[in-house]
């Protein structure tokens, strides 16, 4: 199935989960996770079980 995406959208970055304590979508490329602002989660981190692997489109050559 192909995906619709904006012509000015020339990447992606893989493995972005929802944290089910905030409810944002963070990058699951660090080892601790990165800080969740929630106050529910029982260590700080945000947490993605059952989480979705998100892909986020991007266009680096717009970076300000
Ligand atoms: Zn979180």
């Known amino acids: 199935m192909a995906i619709p ?3 000015d959208v020339t990447t992606f970055q893989d493995n972005w989960r929802f944290c ?3 409810y ?3 990058w699951n490329g660090r080892p601790d ?3 969740c602002p929630s ?4 260590d700080g981190q945000h947490h993605g079980q059952g989480s979705w692997n998100f ?3 991007a266009n ?3 970076a300000i």
Do not use: T, V
């Not at 106050?39 to 029982?42: A, H, V």
């Open 5 to 7: 995406l904006p012509n």
């Open 20 to 22: 089910n304590h905030c």
């Open 24 to 26: 944002c979508l963070w």
């Open 33 to 35: 996770n990165g800080a």
């Open 39 to 42: 106050g529910n989660s029982p």
């Open 55 to 57: 892909y986020l489109p």
């Open 60 to 62: 680096p050559g717009e």
